[in-house]
């Protein structure tokens, strides 16, 4: 993404309360008005974010960015502290509203959490802002006791004049610091005299979460508020036909049926008669153009497009002359599935409609773009519609789109109070925004040492890029479709990477936890180890002589490679596979995963050990939690992930059908990190992107069987009882109970694909 | 009308007897802590204990739980078990993003209550209901066993 420029310019503003309340604006991502740039010092240049310091010492961060998990609710006000000279718990959180003008991510130029971009787009300015308040807190006191600023010093919240040790809280200091003027320069501390960042600060959500406190958006209640449940098209692009509206009404607790011509809404004094209603109503759909359409389609339309060049992204060299002197070739045709995100919060959006404005009340992380839709679909000026933010169960990029939003706009434009629109598990599993499925040919050649003399990759799938953020597609380059791909670290003299767009209409695609390097780093690290294998080389060695110039990827490695113990022998039926990560996020990874194959061919993970430089560190303890995190969402997608369509309907629907891992699967992660000042890195997706490309080759060592198209184990089939709800005397719910209830039947396909690699001399 | 007895605090609630306890919790009584994940005992968001034993609300009718102690995640704390629970969750800093958090403490309170000295295999058993997107099963695991420490008055058997 375009990053803009960082010089940040700092306003004060004199706050309601008599308190100092600053915002830090980036240049270069300004938009003209708001109600800061009113009372600030230089109109044109619009905050992005703002601090206030009350008359109560209290000081507060205005988040912009949405906490889904990821830790910015502790990373974010770490930030500020460090440098304000507060502890984090003094800090208190508010959720920002909507607004681009004052909240944009300066990657992006509009609010928005994604892309593990949040440390990065916001190390320095919070710092920045936190100095610039730190200073004229301090100039402030100074001139109370008319003393030079350098005599004293801030520490948690109170100046302190050294010399004469009196004393000054912020709170006291707030008004007067905002009549001062700004500094024009700040000093940021030296990293090494950082107390708190780098430190494993506790997170400041972790309270409200053990203790049922915590708000989510599904959590919202307000006085008169209705519940509905959804039921849209099951086919994309279908509409309804028909409904028994007078079986639903009748149905104790429900108040009205919203028909919309895409779907159908039964809005119930709660949920339990909104569900039993919609049960009742027995839709008819019109599946429209979409109904033929299985995933064989769709495979067959991509691969068909892999047969024609596509936009180039990288050219290094003359692959084709290289190929030509090569002494070997090896192919290979790689292939990932659809992928829902399934948060733990299903999808939910309150919405009440009135005469004359909008209110909106939801988890999202793009809260300026559920502002928009919600005034697009009202017909109400922008400035008539306020958007609550929560924190998220989940975002993984499913938070990042907004139909969910609309929807609920559109179904509470028709009723007459407050309505909390709520998706059941089975209509977030069929009605998400996928991960795109792709299609992607590579070729290589060797030179008759084994060492790669061309690399060939053209990836085949929509470009996101062109519909999401439109101004960042440019010359029909989509820079996420081929992340992960384009900076292929290894020294290869002839290098060609392509996207070829395709867009497939019957499901909508969208961003999933790192959706580009997710999909190439399992293709480009996969293939990378096929090479090894061509030219008889161990895995790790041979990208060892590929990385000379990369020394960062190159000490990952090393480092993923020792703590693992790489090259020492494991029992029949184990296999450790490697994979190196890099990519726009800016962070180095190396990954060495530990699989097992049983004899009922069930692949389980024994260990994962995951090395990452991702620069300067604000708090190691959420980086790790960020590298477990993505790594058990990275094996439920490498193993199991699938959705697929029959006559137009996403075949999967629940927990069930849609397996994810669980602590009795869960291996022992283990995270070391590389402690450096380099720019910071995102962390919230790569553990997940290298994941899978571990667990391939961890499978090819283990059985020697090169598996190309993910999910590497066909997903759970659900052949026992079919009701799995447990009753009250059954108690909790036992591993074992759920194996015997659910018969695990591996499909093994996967593990009969042709054989390693496909060499031509 | 159903009586109810949740967290200690009697209820009458008028609701249809099949209704599930999750929703009577949820859209009835205000009680938001108890999570929706599934509504197919799937995922374990829902947890709640009935007379101390962990069920999954989203399939527990509310006939079914009428005459027992119901306990939810706002009163957890208020136990013994729980309690530890709660700290040894603080202390790892387990939760990320926090929503299947209530249904993995009232599952976990339920086995230490239970079982005091949990091994891996028994964590597993009373866990593997309780799915995390978020992926911190193995700091759950971790702060089972350091609940089970504060917990343990006599020293007696061996950790897992």
């Given at each position: 993404m375009t990053n803009v420029s960082r010089r940040e310019f700092v306003t004060v503003l004199a706050a309601a309360a008599g308190g100092l309340l600053l915002g830090y604006r980036v240049e270069g991502a300004q938009r003209a008005g708001s109600a800061a740039t009113t009372a600030a010092a230089s109109p044109g240049f619009t905050p992005n974010a703002f601090i206030r310091i009350g008359a109560d010492g209290g000081v507060t961060l205005i988040m912009p960015q949405a906490e889904m998990g990821q830790g910015v609710y502790t990373s974010m006000p770490m930030l500020l502290a460090e440098e304000l000279e507060v502890a984090p718990d003094q800090i208190r959180l508010e959720h920002a509203p909507a607004d681009d003008k004052l909240y944009a991510n300066q990657f992006f130029g509009e609010q928005l959490t994604g892309a593990s971009s949040s440390v990065r787009a916001f190390y320095e300015p919070l710092r920045r802002a936190g100095a610039t308040a730190r200073a004229m807190l301090v100039a402030a006191a100074a001139a109370s006791w008319n003393v030079d600023p350098a005599s004293c010093r801030a520490h948690k919240g109170v100046v302190t004049h050294t010399p004469t040790r009196r004393s000054l809280t912020y709170g006291v200091l707030a008004a007067r610091a905002a009549a001062l003027p700004v500094p024009d320069k700040v000093t940021l501390k030296d990293p090494k005299n950082f107390t708190l960042i780098g430190t494993p600060a506790k997170r400041l959500d972790t309270p409200s979460k053990v203790n049922g406190t915590a708000q989510f958006g599904i959590d919202v209640r307000l006085p008169g508020m209705l519940i509905a449940t959804v039921a849209a098209s099951p086919v994309l692009g279908g509409k309804v036909a028909g409904i028994d509206e007078q079986k639903a009404k009748a149905v104790p607790g429900v108040r009205q049926i919203v028909r919309l011509d895409d779907a159908v809404a039964v809005v119930a004094d709660h949920m339990w008669a909104a569900k039993q209603g919609l049960a009742a109503l027995d839709i008819r759909w019109d599946d429209g153009p979409n109904a033929k359409l299985s995933t064989p389609d769709i495979v067959q339309g991509l691969a068909k497009a892999s047969e024609s060049p596509g936009v180039t992204a990288r050219k290094d060299g003359d692959p084709e002359s290289a190929f030509a002197g090569a002494a070997k070739k090896v192919e290979a045709v790689y292939e990932v599935p659809f992928l829902a995100?399934?948060?733990?919060?299903p999808m939910n959006c309150t919405v009440h409609v009135r005469k004359d404005s909008c209110e909106v009340w939801t988890g999202s992380q793009v809260l300026s773009r559920a502002r928009a839709t919600a005034a697009e679909v009202t017909g109400l000026p922008l400035e008539k519609v306020v958007v609550h933010n929560h924190l998220l169960g989940g975002g993984f990029g499913r938070r990042l789109e907004v139909d969910y939003v609309t929807q609920a706009v559109r179904i509470a434009k028709q009723v007459d109070a407050p309505v909390k629109v709520v998706w059941t598990r089975e209509e977030d599993v069929q009605h998400d925004v996928y991960r795109p499925y792709y299609y992607d040919r590579l070729a290589a050649g060797l030179d008759p040492g084994g060492r790669p003399v061309a690399w060939t990759h053209r990836i085949v799938g929509p470009a996101i890029i062109a519909r999401y953020v439109p101004h960042f597609f440019k010359d029909g380059k989509d820079v996420d479709a081929v992340d992960g791909a384009v900076q292929l670290l290894y020294d290869i003299p002839a290098i060609q990477v392509e996207h070829v767009r395709h867009e497939e209409p019957v499901l909508n695609t969208g961003f999933w936890r790192g959706v580009g390097v997710t999909h190439n780093n399992f293709v480009v690290e996969s293939f990378i180890d096929e090479l090894a294998a061509a030219a008889t080389q161990d895995p790790v060695a041979f990208r060892r002589a590929l990385l000379g110039k990369s020394p960062r990827a190159l000490a990952v490695l090393d480092l993923a490679a020792k703590e693992s113990r790489w090259g020492r022998p494991l029992p029949r039926g184990r296999g450790r596979g490697v994979s190196v990560l890099y990519s726009d996020w800016g962070s180095y990874l190396a990954q060495v995963a530990e699989v097992e194959v049983t004899g009922s061919s069930d692949i389980r993970v024994h260990r994962i050990v995951c090395a990452v430089d991702c620069g300067s560190i604000v708090n190691p303890d959420i980086v790790k939690a960020q590298i477990e995190s993505g790594v058990v969402y990275g094996i439920s997608h490498a193993l199991w992930g699938e959705v697929t369509l029959k006559n137009g309907r996403v075949e999967q629907s629940n927990f069930h059908n849609y397996r994810v891992l669980r602590m009795n699967e869960a291996p022992r992660i283990d995270v070391h990190l590389v402690r450096n000042s380099e720019a910071p890195g995102g962390i919230g997706e790569p553990g997940t992107a290298v994941t899978a490309p571990a667990l391939g080759n961890a499978l090819y060592a283990a059985t020697g069987k090169r598996v190309r198209k993910l999910p590497l184990q066909q997903r759970l089939v659900r052949t026992g009882p079919a009701s799995f709800c447990a009753s009250v005397s059954e108690g909790s719910w036992p591993a074992q109970r759920l194996a015997s209830r659910w018969a695990l039947k591996v499909d093994e396909t996967q593990l009969r694909l042709p054989p390693t690699f496909v060499a031509v001399s | 009308m159903v009586a109810l007895r949740i967290n200690g605090k009697s209820y009458q609630v008028d609701v249809p007897s099949d209704m599930p306890v999750l929703w009577v919790l949820r859209d009835v009584l205000g009680m938001t802590g108890t999570k929706f994940g599934c509504g197919m005992a799937l995922c374990g968001a829902c947890t709640v204990q009935l007379d101390g034993q962990a069920v999954r609300s989203c399939v527990t009718p509310v006939s079914a739980a009428a005459g027992k102690a119901i306990t939810t995640i706002e009163a957890i704390g208020a136990t013994p078990v729980g309690k530890k629970v709660q700290a040894a969750w603080i202390a790892l800093d387990v939760p990320q993003c926090g929503y299947c958090q209530s249904g993995q403490i009232m599952s976990a309170s339920a086995l230490l209550a239970r079982n005091a000295r949990p091994t891996d295999a028994d964590i597993d058993e009373a866990m593997a209901g309780n799915i995390c997107r978020c992926g911190t099963y193995g700091r759950v695991r971790a702060a089972i066993k350091q609940a089970a420490q504060g917990a343990s008055v006599s020293g007696k058997g061996a950790r897992s």
């Open positions: 995100h399934v948060t733990m919060e | -």
